[in-house]
């Protein structure tokens, strides 16, 4: 339970709320996103000599990938809980602004109004990335304030976004949109057609901002905001209180990165405990915080019970390789009582993720797949022996569709919610990742494991995916059989 503070006059609700029935409400909503929206790119690979034309390392890239960032990034954490977006930010006419709309616009429950501006260059954050450890990041932007002309456009596109959502988030990353009396204009305008302003500001003058339902600080924000010190949660609660009381704000949320969040609003200050497991990187919590609240308060939660799963939210995040999101499975797995095994089974992006995780602690993965639908004395061995010869062990797990075309009509015995169950209950098994293809070479191809594990009735070159394990550096390993189990001839014999 959260504790609470000297002077708050907010006791803890008894019996807790249904934490779980209030992530389920986050996909019923809808919230319009106004920002700077960037492209982030990564460029991943690895560092084995110094360059001789300078002391610097010379990075030798195996993959590239680029995503929505800083708005786009709000946007990105509420399509991972299916709520639906209407998005509104500003482009430059070049190749980043291209892909940036490309990939805003790829995103399912999205309605994207990316304005262009012409001769504007797109803010790009490039990130090059080696074992795990940023090297080097690399800045492009344009942050000149946008013209009278096309703040108007934007405007009203705004006004119009505002009637047709439930709540208004403004991620302000300082890059010209919120330029002037800009924010003051949206705020103004949602407060006319009834709807609640969330702001992740930036800057020193936060009087840009009065008004605002939330406000959502960092902890360094807030001291440079109003001069104050920060250093305890007494420290924290006055400086608050005073940003609160000099622009009008409903309530301020201060990210507080491993140490959580404090809450101040009408009802006095709440702090909550950080929820963080393990931190690997804090970057793009912030944009999750404030997804996960607007999403919320979107669904009609009260204030302490969406802050506290965006607290949630952040802890999932800040386990993660770069700006990531919290899934609504993930959120529904952090806050379940149940836990255990069923923790292990995931979606594809986040065994990605995870084998990331892992690869940056050092680890080595190895994978394997099939039906497994009968799971018998053979398949044990196999999967024992596969996790012997690495350190994390990834199941790649055909889907039920997927074993009716490899197997018939009749197949599988098990559906695949069951198959996933029993393979999550194994000591040797770390992930399990259902995937829908009739071969797992998309699923290999998005984990890059190290080790690469099948039966020894295979060949190495007949082992889907070992061209590509190879290739990064990887190999194949072929398990010993245990003679004398067949999930087909059993399903023979109970047939029989």
Known sequence: MDSIPPGSDRLPEDPPPDLISAIRRLSKTSVLVIGDVMLDRYAYGEVQRISPEAPVPILTVERETAMPGGAGNVVRNLTAINAAVAFVAVVGDDQAGSDLTGLVGGQPGVEPWLLVQSGRATTVKTRYVANGQQLLRADQEDARPIPAKLAERMLRIARDGMVATSITVLS????????????????????????????????????????????????????????????????????????????????????????????????????????????????????????TLAA????????????????????????????????????????????????????????????????????????????????????????????????????????????????????PVQPEAARAAVLASLAAVDLVCVFDEDTPLELIAALRPELLVKGADYAVEDVVGHEMVEGWGGRVMLAQLLPGHSTTATVARLRG
């Open 296 to 411: 919320g308060l979107a669904g009609g939660l009260e204030l302490p019970v969406a802050v506290r799963l965006a607290n949630v939210a952040a802890g999932i995040v800040v386990g993660k390789i770069g700006t990531a999101v919290a899934r609504e499975s993930e959120l529904m797995a952090a806050l379940s009582p149940e836990g255990g095994a069923l923790r292990k089974v995931v979606g594809r992006e986040a065994a990605a993720e995870q084998v990331e995780r892992w690869r940056r602690m050092g680890y080595r993965t190895g994978f394997t797949n099939g039906c497994f639908d009968l799971l018998h004395p053979g398949h044990v061995h196999l999967l024992e022996q596969a996790r012997a010869a690495c350190d994390r062990l990834v199941v790649g797990l055909n889907s039920d569709s997927s074993v009716r075309r490899l197997k018939g009509p009749t197949r």
């Open 172 to 291: 302000d990353y300082g890059k010209g949109l919120m330029a002037g009396n800009v924010a003051r204009q949206l705020i103004e305008t949602a407060h006319q057609t009834g709807r609640r302003v969330i702001v992740d500001p930036k800057g020193l003058d936060y009087s840009r901002y009065a008004g605002a339902d939330i406000i959502t600080p960092n902890r360094r924000e807030l001291s440079e905001a109003t001069g104050m010190p920060i250093s305890t949660e007494a420290e924290i609660v006055a400086a608050a209180r005073v940003l609160r009381d000099a622009h009008g704000f409903g309530a301020v949320l201060v990210t507080r990165s491993e140490d959580g969040m404090t809450l101040l609003d009408e009802h006095g200050a709440h702090h909550y405990p950080a929820e963080a497991k393990e931190v690997f990187d804090v970057s793009g919590a912030g944009d999750t915080v404030v997804a």
